[in-house]
């Protein structure tokens, strides 16, 4: 099982950001995605989850209406969408399958004018 995600991005604040993570080893449909970031010095932060199999998703209220998870089950792939970006946002970002067992190698977003 393998999950490999997007370079580094460095964007402005307002500015969007779209994360990918392709999955391989499994089939992409018969588990979750999970989505987490971790903010320099913060702990980590559960930001929400899409199943591939029908595209349901269940965000953490915080970041509930800024950020959107897709999957293209094409590709095996999954996507964090993440608008309005704001400072705080600057963080290490990792989709992670269900289990918590395998996760992606992480995302460095950055967030700076």
């Known amino acids: 099982v393998q999950l490999v995600q997007s370079g580094a991005e460095l964007r402005n604040p307002g500015a969007s950001v779209k994360v990918s993570c392709k999955a391989s080893?499994?089939?992409?449909?018969?588990?979750?995605i999970h989505w987490v970031r971790q903010a320099p010095g913060q702990a980590l932060e559960w930001m929400g989850r899409?199943?591939?199999?029908?595209?349901?998703?269940k965000y953490a209220q915080r970041l509930q209406g800024r950020v959107t998870f897709t999957a293209d089950t094409s590709t095996s792939t999954a996507y964090a969408d993440i608008s309005d970006l704001r400072s705080e946002d600057t963080a290490l970002y990792y989709c992670?399958?269900?289990?918590?067992?395998?996760w992606g190698q992480g995302t460095q977003v950055t967030v700076s004018s």
């Open positions: 992670a399958r269900s289990g918590w067992k395998f």
């Open positions: 080893g499994y089939i992409f449909t018969s588990e979750y």
């Open positions: 899409i199943d591939p199999e029908d595209g349901a998703t």
